[in-house]
């Protein structure tokens, strides 16, 4: 995913370490609005503000570190999202990018489904008051008793991930006299990464069936055949943070060649076809992502011409955003505790939280930004590392970024684009706190998950 070294600019250093950054911005305190959400400004005093209350008072009321969301800029994009579709198509937000109560009300009331891959998922999903026929329930091993849930419930479907599972979902809705809503996940040797996907993938990965082989024309064959199931459709997911439709063109060609020989085989045309997720958004300035409403047209577009191709008629459409509803919503909030210049390298800045909070750097070299934001300064940019305080030298939250010179401890920096994938990968480790969810809305901030305290964690070791 890392992109290739961009030319240095000029900066305070002589030398530049070898790393993956631009040059330093010319104004270190202008905020970029492609990586910020949407209410983020920065107020005549220089401090940030989001929903319209000063990170200053957040960090002062909440503690640091702190997941900030932007309630009106969910709601905006789930809207977006909903809209684009329109009320042929589906859009289901992926719950394991993010997933609290607040979340799920908020989905509700703008219109969108609700992916799940977990028993536990699911629960949060129904306790806050998400219709299970608007469910959709995902995972490669899940286990008896969360599909006994799932199907009692009356999730609007199953996605079958397997040749064992086909079965057990038929046995487990056949025993509690159901007939169960599912589709198939296939692979169809597409795999895509940002800016280049493979159309020739290896289908060496856990999830799915692949299409090579025959082998997802067999598990059609086998789930049109069991009483316990409704097959409604075949599902693909080709990847995350993509950028480029083609990588979908490719996916929806094989799907569709896959609709028309079951329509061959069985007479059967399938209803639905669902594309997953993984459309990418802006962590820096670099990524230009595409919105939702071009996303719709080329999806739409790509699943109509390869139908009308096949003479089939087009199925109803769904996808699966999940960093692309909620991801640009929240930043993360720190404050600085040490700054730790090595000489003709780069400046470490320490913060308060790290890996535990952020794995996903660490995890996939992921590239993030990063912004001082208690006040402005006029001081040189320095090229530096924003890490974290655990006891792994990979506990690397920035890579490479350039934050002002005279940066010191106490000074509250954040990180943008941070709502997906961040706290649903948050860990103890050094028994790290969690950090809270904190939502901005119209002057007013509110938990919508608290900060984990000592007696959370000691309550669960019992002696
Ligand atoms: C992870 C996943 C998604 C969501 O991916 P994003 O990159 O967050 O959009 C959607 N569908 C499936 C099946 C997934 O595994």
Not at 25 to 32: A, F, G, H, I, Q
Not at 298 to 317: G, S
Request: glycine letters at 8%.
């Amino acid at each position: 995913m890392s992109r290739s070294a961009h030319p240095a600019g000029p900066r305070h250093a002589d030398v530049l370490p070898e790393g993956h950054y631009a040059a330093p911005p010319t104004d270190l305190n202008t905020l970029d609005a492609k990586v910020w959400a949407q209410t983020v400004t920065r107020d005549a005093d220089g401090v940030v503000s989001v929903g319209g209350v000063p990170v200053t008072r957040l960090a002062e009321e909440f503690g640091t570190p702190a997941y900030v969301m932007d309630e009106a800029d969910f709601r905006a994009r789930a809207r977006a999202w909903r809209t684009a579709f329109g009320h042929d198509a589906d859009v289901f937000y992926a719950g394991k990018a993010f997933l609290s109560r607040a979340v799920v009300r908020w989905l509700n009331e703008e219109g969108l489904n609700l992916d799940v891959c977990s028993g536990t998922e699911l629960a949060t999903a129904l306790s806050a008051g998400m219709p299970a026929d608007r469910v959709a329930f995902h995972g490669n091993n899940k286990s008896a008793a969360e599909i006994e849930r799932a199907v009692s419930v009356g999730v609007g479907r199953i996605v079958l991930d397997s040749f064992q599972e086909i079965v057990r979902v038929a046995h487990i809705a056949q025993s509690l006299g159901k007939r169960q809503r599912v589709q198939i996940r296939i692979t169809v040797g597409v795999e895509a990464h940002t800016h280049e996907f493979i159309a020739t993938a290896h289908e060496d990965q856990k999830f799915g069936i692949p299409l090579a082989g025959g082998q997802a024309a067999e598990a059609v064959r086998r789930a049109l055949q069991l009483d316990g199931l409704e097959l409604i459709g075949i599902h693909s997911h080709i990847g995350s943070q993509i950028f480029d439709m083609s990588g979908f063109e490719v996916a929806a060609h094989r799907v569709v060649g896959l609709l028309k020989d079951i329509r061959d085989e069985h007479g059967v045309e399938l209803p639905e076809i669902d594309l997953g997720g993984g459309l990418g958004i802006a962590y820096t300035s670099d990524d230009d992502p595409r919105e939702p409403h071009e996303i719709a047209k080329a999806l739409t577009e790509i699943v109509t011409r390869e139908c009308d191709a096949a003479r089939l008629r087009t199925p109803r459409i769904s996808v699966e955003p999940g960093r692309a509803v909620v991801g640009p919503t929240a930043f993360t909030l720190y404050e600085v505790g040490t700054v730790k210049p090595l000489e003709g390298l780069r400046t470490y800045v320490s913060v308060d939280g790290g890996m535990s909070d952020n794995i996903r750097t660490a995890l996939y070299d992921a590239e993030y930004s990063v912004a001082l934001v208690s006040r402005t300064s006029d001081a040189e940019p320095m090229l530096v590392r924003v890490v974290g305080k655990h006891c792994e030298s990979g506990d690397i939250v920035v890579k490479d970024a350039f934050l002002p010179a005279d940066l010191a401890p106490g000074d509250l920096i954040a990180v943008p684009a941070t709502g997906a994938y961040c706290r649903s990968m948050a860990s103890n480790y050094n028994h790290a706190l969690r950090p809270p969810v904190v939502a901005v809305a119209d002057g007013e901030a509110r938990v919508i998950v608290r900060r984990e305290t000592e007696d959370d964690l000691l309550r669960l070791d019992v002696g």
